[in-house]
């Protein structure tokens, strides 16, 4: 344990000059303020090789300032403050570099000096270059100090961390010595030199870019919001006029980014363009132009970009802006579809391309480039825009209110698209959904503009809803209660016959009927689906007089649905609350004399809670196709009680008019409700993933794929009850909704694919599945388990990777399976890729022998082409662990070569 006030980093390739350590402590002694402490570090040839760290403003890069000047350089021999200084030789308070939580260790030997510097920077300490400390610096004489995976490794590390909030401060060091800092290309190569002052016109414009470097800096790390619109408008003064900056292509395209707002930009960006043509310059210059009305200007700037390169998406997408402006909508087609061909931004040319073909006068064409960026970018408000104009001249109003209504329900506090979606619900039809949100914009924003009118049309509708449940959300934009009201209650026993609930509405619904029953209680049964399946047998025999004919395995195909009801006399079919009745007998005396005292007791402590304002939670029911798949004599769209009898006596006598129960439905009923816009549009947003050549069946969303889940019926299913889940490569979604089904507690699919992830949880919003989350990840990205982390700390129970692993996208396979295995307690279910050549079970064998990890092959989920493994983590073996060398394309194993060429497709029985 360290017990001094300071620390000292020293490289062990420096040579210490006498007095270097008492000129650190002296410093950090006698200003309080100050944390860190650099010194001035020489080659053997008596050159500098650092005094002080500064960014550069033609790449942002950290670089050692004056490196190779003379000794005795006047400006590298003068006390200053830096952003940062070097590692090599470096002298912090013991304190501030535990509250920095030390150097990151995510920087592999490089940057981690200048990070702690400007992560100290920000906490208000200072960092300081002390000269009178001097030390030889041997640079780079340490074996592996400079790696080039390493330097791209801490390269990308740090500008994601510190790009925006990096401020260029080299010239305040250069001009203050005399000199201006001049860059240069040769052979590709960056060059940095120090030029002398021309004039003192020169000298004076240099200054200036000094001054601002300087306000920069002081604003960047100065927390007074006074100062800042102070420095500000000092900041907007020095950038008035053009002409007083020097003539240098690197400062003045540097000027173009200090401030969003400098009403002298273009004047700059001018200056560039006549030193040099500069692609950047001209971008910007057209987008002004086309921002101001100015079309010549904006069509001579688009021009030179696109003389410059064809095929640059930019110039294409701003020649489509320019001809939209200019009325030309044909060639605005032309030019955002040549923009999407050349790989430009999607989520630009797509609302382009819609904006064109509604000037074409082709709102279909419009509809379906809005409909795509609305799948990539579920939150663009420009695409809803566009969807609601097109929509509109389409009168396209169910699907319009779909989209409307899954943009809302992420922007939940976005009055003018709720607006929006209450008059399409209004002109659907669907005036209860219209009321809805208008009664809420009554509640967030009751001077809403047109609010009033809208709230006058709703009145004046024949139309009533169906009042929902205080406390509970209705989904009823997910679901078309009209099949549901075909449901019935059959008086198949005592209580059923003479009070009956009728369906009217789905309130929630969830696939995870494990999750959903888990706490549920049924007296003298149990808990959960265990409690169901001991009552069933009973159920049989009462309703029925037949025993269970098969064993509950389907489980994983059941939806639980909270389904509002209307509570009825079974006989008469008058409401509770129109009858009032006090007792049993009250509602039928028949009723009452078999009930018996027992239950009549039991009803009356019911009855006591709901006056009480008690709630008795929902009864439980199962689908009449459910129970004909056990083997009962049901009928279809019947709904049969489970438990909960007495409740609903309570709730009876209580005079309720509605109720709330549980059913439990198949997965291909639930589907039935689900409104045709919505599998249509599922469907055609899956067919429009031009990559994917064929999907598995989504049996809850009448979706018949070309492949089955064939490897649930392979696993332990009964594993992932209560589990976390990760679904690494999960595309879209059906083993994750599959693992919930199954009674998973949490569920994240981690996908590399923007567009998959977003239908994936378009898909699962339907679902309705509150504990399964996406994480859109490149797993090709160096970062992807930073990223994943950062979103996902923990660990999992159990991983799937499912046909990923060979996936010739991928291109870090190895990394990503360590990185699988390290994250996951229990066990990882791995599926191969379907290569009868290569996907054999002795290649496996290899494979999982290299990871050191023990595997049980459970049999093929494809035909005979993707063989199903699980890998025991609980017991791993204790050998130690060796580097598997799998090439992105094949196997390098040479005995697997070998063997491979020379049997082919070998099976391991």
């Known amino acids: 344990m360290v017990k001094g006030k300071y620390l000292v980093f020293l490289n062990n390739d420096t040579i210490p000059q006498e007095g270097w350590l008492s000129a650190l402590v002296d410093e950090v002694e006698q200003h309080s303020e100050v944390a860190i402490v650099g010194s001035k570090l020489l080659y053997p040839n008596n050159t500098i090789q650092h005094a002080g760290v500064v960014f550069s403003k033609k790449c942002l890069t950290p670089y050692h300032i004056f490196n190779s000047a003379p000794s005795d350089f006047k400006a590298a021999n003068i006390r200053q403050e830096f952003q940062a200084v070097t590692a090599a030789c470096l002298l912090i308070r013991k ?69 925006e909030k990096i401020v260029v401060d080299e010239d305040c060091y250069t001009v203050s010595a005399g000199y201006a800092n001049r860059y240069s290309s040769e052979k590709g190569a960056l ?82 363009l006549s030193l040099e043509e500069n692609r950047e310059a001209r971008e910007q210059l057209a987008t002004q132009a086309l921002k101001h009305g100015e079309l010549s200007e904006a069509s001579q700037h688009v021009e030179a970009l696109l003389a410059l390169n064809p095929n640059d998406g930019s110039g294409l997408w701003l020649q489509g802006i320019l001809a939209v402006q200019s009325l030309d909508y044909t060639k605005a087609v032309v030019s955002f579809q040549q923009a999407f061909t050349v790989g430009y931004d999607d989520k630009k040319a797509g609302l382009g391309l819609g904006m064109a073909w509604m000037g074409v006068g082709d709102a279909s064409k419009a509809w379906d480039a809005f409909q795509t960026v609305m799948t990539a ?225 039991e009803i009356s402590a019911y009855l006591e809670k709901l006056r009480n304002g008690e709630s008795l939670g929902k009864p439980l029911y199962i689908s009449g196709k459910i ?20 409740r609903l006596s309570a709730s009876a006598l209580h005079h309720q008019e509605r109720m709330s129960v549980i059913l439990l439905v198949f997965e291909e009923e639930f589907a039935k409700l689900l409104q045709e816009p919505v599998k249509t549009g599922i469907q055609n947003r899956i067919q429009q993933l031009a990559w994917f050549q064929n999907y598995h069946d989504f049996p809850f969303l009448d979706i018949a794929g070309q492949r089955s889940l064939q490897r649930f019926t392979l696993m332990e299913t009964e594993r992932l009850e209560d589990s976390v889940i990760f679904d690494f490569g999960c595309n879209l979604g059906q083993a994750s909704l599959k693992a919930i089904q199954c009674g998973a507690k949490e569920v994240w699919g981690i996908e590399g694919m923007q567009d998959t992830i977003a239908v994936a949880d378009e898909i699962k919003t339907i679902a309705g599945c509150e504990n399964l989350q996406y994480l859109q990840v490149d797993f090709n990205d160096p970062q992807f388990d930073r990223l994943i982390d950062q979103r996902i700390p923990g660990s999992c129970d159990y991983a799937f990777f499912f046909s990923v692993y060979r996936t010739k996208e991928l291109t870090q396979r190895d990394r990503l399976f360590q990185y699988i295995l390290n994250k996951t307690k229990k066990g990882v279910f791995f599926e191969g890729h379907a290569h009868p050549q290569i996907d054999t079970l002795e290649y496996y064998d290899w494979l999982f022998d290299s990871f050191s990890v023990r595997y049980t092959f459970l049999g093929y989920s494809e035909q005979h082409i993707r063989p199903l493994f699980y890998l025991d983590l609980e017991n791993r073996t204790t050998q130690q662990q060796k580097s598997p060398s799998l090439s992105t394309t094949g196997v390098d194993s040479p005995h697997l070569t070998e063997t491979v060429s020379q049997q082919g497709n070998l099976v391991k029985s």
């Open 95 to 163: 304190e501030d570099f535990e509250s920095m939580s030390g150097f990151d260790e995510s920087f592999i030997n490089g940057f981690e000096d200048v990070d702690l510097c400007l992560k100290i920077r920000e906490s208000g300490k200072k960092v300081i270059y002390q000269p009178k400390s001097v030390l030889y610096h041997l640079e780079e004489q340490t074996p592996g100090r400079k790696d080039p995976e390493n330097e791209r490794h801490n390269g990308r590390l740090f500008m994601d961390r510190w790009a």
């Open 191 to 272: 060059g940095l030199a120090l030029k002398t002052f021309g004039t003192e016109v020169e000298k004076s414009q240099w200054e200036q870019v000094k001054t601002v470097q300087e306000l920069l800096l002081k604003r960047r790390y100065d927390s007074s919001q006074p100062l800042h619109e102070q420095i500000d408008a000092t900041l907007r003064a020095n950038l008035l006029d053009a002409s007083n900056w020097p003539e240098d292509v690197d400062v003045l395209a540097t000027v173009c980014r200090l401030l969003e707002c400098v009403e002298s930009e273009c004047e700059f960006l001018k200056r560039v």
């Open 377 to 601: 970018f579920p939150d663009n408000q420009d695409a809803v825009n566009g969807l609601i104009q097109s929509g509109t001249a389409l009168q396209q109003w169910e699907e319009l209110m779909y989209q409307l209504t899954r943009y809302v329900d992420r922007n939940p506090a976005n009055c003018d698209m709720r607006f929006a979606l209450a008059g399409v619900c209004y002109r659907a039809g669907k005036v209860v959904e219209a009321r809805k949100h208008y009664e809420t914009l009554q509640i967030f924003s009751p001077e809403y503009e047109g609010l009033e009118e809208l709230g006058q049309r709703l009145q004046s509708s024949q139309e009533q809803s169906i009042p929902s449940i205080q406390g509970q959300k209705p989904h009823a934009t997910f679901y078309d209660n009209q099949p549901l009201q075909s449901y019935y209650q059959p008086p198949a026993g005592n209580t059923e016959t003479y009070i009956r609930v009728l369906p009217a509405a789905v309130v929630d619904h969830t696939v995870a009927v494990h999750q959903a029953l888990k706490e549920y209680a049924i007296s003298g049964f149990g808990h959960g689906i265990d409690a169901v399946e001991k009552i069933l047998p009973i159920v049989f025999q009462r309703q029925f007089a037949q025993p269970l004919a098969r064993s509950c395995d389907m489980w994983d195909r059941v939806v639980a649905l909270t389904v509002d009801c209307k509570l009825v006399h079974g006989i008469t079919g008058t409401s509770f609350c129109s009858l009032q009745p006090r007792v049993l007998e009250d509602i039928d005396a028949t009723f009452a004399q078999q009930e018996g005292e027992a239950r009549k007791r």
């Open 627 to 646: 129970l004909q798949y056990l083997g009962a004599p049901a009928e279809d769209e019947a709904m049969y009680m489970l438990d909960g009898a007495r």
